[in-house]
């Protein structure tokens, strides 16, 4: 079993950056297929960010909200995965979830591990 760990959230100004990265313990991503992001505003349901496959090719894919402004990378010998997120809007403001599961998929049912998430804020 793997634990995931999120960090690099924080409050941001619109037009501005983060990094999130995603840490694996217990178990390497390349026991997984892939890893996503996804995230949670309040009063909204979860929803696909991003993702990438965990062995082979870095093939990735992602929301059309966030193509052209976020970039999703792995980093092995790190055990994590980042989420590179530029010309930040107040609408991607949301809890951040990283999740390992078995296909790159955009559906949180093929996710079968999460962390804890991360809170993005950023103003206008």
């Known amino acids: 079993q793997v634990q995931l760990v999120e960090s690099g959230g924080g409050l941001v100004q619109a037009g501005g950056s983060l990094r999130l990265s995603c840490a694996a313990s217990?178990?390497?991503?390349?026991?997984?297929?892939?890893v996503g992001w996804f995230r949670q505003a309040p009063g909204k349901e979860r929803e696909f960010v991003a993702a990438?496959?965990?062995?082979?090719?870095?093939?990735?894919n992602y929301a059309d909200s966030v193509k052209g402004r976020f970039t999703i990378s792995r980093d092995n010998a790190k055990n994590t995965v980042y989420l590179q997120m530029n010309s930040l809007k107040p609408e991607d403001t949301a809890v951040y979830y990283c999740?390992?599961?078995?296909?790159?998929?955009?559906?949180?049912?093929?996710?079968?591990?999460w962390g804890q998430g991360t809170q993005v804020t950023v103003s206008s």
């Open positions: 217990g178990r390497t991503f390349s026991s997984y297929a892939a």
């Open positions: 999740a390992a599961g078995r296909s790159r998929s955009e559906r949180s049912e093929e996710y079968n591990y």
């Open positions: 990438i496959n965990c062995v082979g090719l870095f093939s990735t």
